[in-house]
């Protein structure tokens, strides 16, 4: 087999799972404009009325337009013990465009559909280890090093800072799927870390080649952001586009 023949599968096999998104309409590409787009909230996470307890919880959804068939947004969201309200953490692009810092920290609701798209839970912690991580993450947050940058691609973004904070707060065991898109963009051009989970390594260029093997996200590789691999944990595939795909 010629190299230019293993080339040409090797592409076949990273945009399998986006020309099957696109095929299968399963992601809005043509969305609806932003600011009319629901950003409801998707009735996911405990009500503060109903539930005393500290909650933290990662969500993950599609991105807004044609990207969404590759990548998904993700964002953090705590609740301490007794609060009557959540706080969000989350990178957002276009307000460092503006000359806004693109982390934002406000009081939120935590599960809104994110212009259209409907949230998902990638970790969820209650009780006293929620308590304990949300000191953490409150700590990570502050130490995150690029609050004022955002690049699409490789990183930073959106996915650079979540996986930056599940890095550095063990209790999420945070397995961010191969859709997260910027998560292999590691902080101050290291080149080894945790993984995002913090169960295992990580070796990254930059974003754009690497690989990671851990006990939560078994073993991935990265190619110019695109990332496929296979999780033994959970008996899945973790394949670009479609992201985790397991029983």
């Given amino acids: 087999m010629t190299w230019f023949r293993r080339i040409r599968i090797a592409l076949l096999i990273v945009l399998v799972g986006p020309l099957l998104l696109m095929v299968g309409s399963k992601v809005n590409m043509a969305a609806a404009d932003w600011r009319t787009a629901n950003r409801e909230s998707a009735n996911i996470a405990p009500s503060p009325a109903e539930t005393r307890e500290a909650v933290v919880q990662v969500y993950g959804a599609r ?88 690049r699409t691609w490789p990183g930073p973004n959106s996915n650079s800072f979540t996986a930056y904070v599940g890095r550095a707060v063990p209790a999420l065991a945070l397995d961010l799927p191969p859709t997260a898109i ?35 996200e078994g073993l991935e590789f990265n190619l110019f952001g695109l990332s496929f691999g296979i999780d033994p944990k959970d008996l899945a595939l973790r394949l670009p586009g479609l992201g985790k795909i397991g029983p």
Avoid at 112 to 131: I, N, Y
């Fill in 63 to 150: 991105t807004y337009g044609w990207r969404a068939v590759f990548a998904i947004h993700t964002w953090i969201a705590v609740k301490p013990e007794g609060a009557a309200s959540y706080t969000t953490y989350q990178v957002i692009g276009w307000r460092a465009f503006y000359g806004d810092s693109a982390l934002v920290i406000r009081d939120d609701i935590p599960d809104r559909h994110w212009f259209g798209s409907r949230p998902e839970v990638l970790a969820d912690l209650r009780g006293a280890a929620a308590a304990k991580a949300i000191v953490e993450i409150e700590r990570a947050v502050k130490a995150y090093p690029y609050p004022d940058t955002y």
């Fill in 182 to 216: 910027g998560k292999d963009f590691l902080a101050n051009g290291a080149i080894f870390a945790r993984a995002p989970s913090a169960t295992g390594l990580q070796m990254s260029l930059y974003g754009l080649a690497g690989f990671i093997i851990a006990v939560e």
